[in-house]
């Protein structure tokens, strides 16, 4: 009896250790989605494209800079059919927001042409197959970017953001032409990272 009960205890161990090892590594394989980005445009659902066959890798990002001691944020999303995520893409949309110290609404009319300004623009190749440069009026407001909540995060004085945008924007070329983006919504909990991981 005596030989037995530390075998019994010993493999009490093992079984636990091996039970808790189990539970670490499904953790493991089972990542966490905590970015997301989404929006209509003219009705449409339209998504950021995906790497390979996980939710996890879709094409998207957002990250912090600073003008001396005024931070911004920009956002890029890509949708392309054959992967690429740059300005050659079918569907590019860059949304750049200055001076963001606070929640709240900020009205966009600055133009991408010039470095530091507020501006949403989107490259967009349509289903006839025609393509665009639309972007944001400069007289008026035409597309609003919402920062509603700022989320702190352990290791890093970067914040995470969660957000809205909507807004009218126009033909480069043809200013009677023009796209509505509705329900603009995006989450960043972890930003300034550029391999389009997602998940934690």
């Known amino acids: 009896m005596r ?4 075998v019994l205890f010993i493999s009490l161990i093992v079984l636990i ?11 493991k394989k089972n990542p966490v989605l905590v970015n997301s980005f989404a929006m209509e445009v003219d009705g449409l659902l339209w998504q950021p494209g995906q790497v390979g ?8 990002k957002g990250a912090w800079s600073s003008l ?9 999303a890509y949708r392309d059919a054959k992967g690429r995520t740059d300005a050659d893409s079918e569907n ?3 949304i750049q927001v200055m001076n963001v110290r606070e929640t709240g609404e900020y009205k966009l009319t600055g133009s991408y042409l010039e470095s ?23 007289d008026i407001s035409s597309f609003t970017v919402s920062f509603e909540q700022f989320i702190s995060r352990p290791g890093t004085n970067l914040k995470g953001v969660k957000g809205a945008f909507y807004g009218t ?8 032409d023009s796209i509505v983006i509705k329900r603009g919504a995006f989450v960043f909990k972890k930003t300034n990272e550029y391999n389009f991981r997602q998940c934690e």
Do not use: W
């Open 3 to 6: 030989v037995f009960k530390p």
């Open 17 to 27: 250790s091996s039970c808790v090892k189990d539970q670490m590594s499904i953790e």
């Open 53 to 60: 066959k996980e939710e996890c890798n879709r094409t998207f």
């Open 68 to 76: 001396g001691e005024k931070p911004f944020f920009n956002i890029s």
């Open 92 to 94: 590019v949309l860059e």
């Open 116 to 138: 530091f300004k507020s501006y949403a623009l989107f490259k967009i190749t349509k289903q006839d197959g025609s393509s665009g440069m639309y972007s944001n009026k400069h």
């Open 169 to 176: 924007l126009y033909n480069e070329k043809d200013p009677l």
